[in-house]
């Protein structure tokens, strides 16, 4: 099946700093990447949907300038945490659409830290 | 948007029991992927199942699409089946997932 993946899988920070988080679809294309975020013991929340060559579109209550999204290519999307606070600490998630279904492909996550 | 809800929320099994999840979604759907969520946290992909019924091993899973909810057998469970199982649907309205709540399930020796 397709692979996403995701880097680093884990990270920790100090308050006030920024984190990068990529995620690439390693055997297919993607034009669209999806960006969830899970708090501990809860669900997973969509934040925004990653569009090649476009902006991304956040859900209500994200804030764009706090998440900075770049959809660089068919293969890699960007999650920037910007002036990172202890509140941001989550598992960020991404995913990728299969080219052939409805089907979605999910990364392993990234666990950030902030301190 | 649509909604998504999963029962029960926790399940505690003796080793070698059997199960049953259940997702109700309130829209119709043109996706429905099962996942177990692993201690680490990665999402491991069981079943892409809008409609029917399909068998992996141990476990099954079946989406009535016309009345809106899909279940997920786990037969003979084993300890490693312990964690988080969550069910995620997209609608013709929007590209995206939404996740129901979650089962999460504890199986002991």
């Known amino acids: 099946g397709a692979v996403v993946s995701q880097h680093p899988s884990w990270v920790i920070c100090k308050s006030g700093t920024s984190v990068k988080i990529e995620c690439r679809s390693l055997d297919f294309q993607a034009t669209t990447m999806f960006w969830y975020r899970q708090f501990p013991k809860q669900s997973l929340m969509l934040m925004a949907t990653s569009n090649e060559g476009s902006k991304a579109t956040y859900e209500q209550g994200v804030e764009k300038d706090k998440f900075l999204i770049n959809h660089a290519s068919l293969t890699l999307s960007t999650l920037t945490v910007t002036s990172a606070h202890p509140e941001d600490s989550s598992f960020y998630i991404c995913?990728?659409?299969?080219?052939?279904?409805?089907?979605?492909?999910f990364g392993p996550g990234t666990r950030l830290t902030v301190t | 948007g649509i909604q998504v809800e999963q029962s029960p929320p926790d399940l505690i099994l003796q080793e070698g029991a059997n199960s049953t999840l259940r997702c109700n979604f309130s829209?119709?759907?043109?996706?429905l992927q099962w996942f177990h969520q692993n201690p680490w946290g990665q999402l491991i992909n069981l079943f892409y199942?809008?409609?029917g019924t399909k068998q992996n091993g141990r476990l099954s899973a079946t989406t009535v699409a016309t009345e809106r909810y899909s279940l997920l057998y786990i037969s003979s469970s084993q300890t490693t089946d312990s964690g988080v199982y969550f069910c995620a649907v997209k609608n013709n309205a929007g590209n995206m997932l939404t996740f129901g709540g979650g089962t999460r399930l504890m199986v002991k020796p």
């Open positions: 829209d119709s759907v043109n996706n």
């Open positions: 199942i809008p409609s």
């Open positions: 995913s990728a659409p299969s080219e052939t279904s409805y089907e979605q492909y």
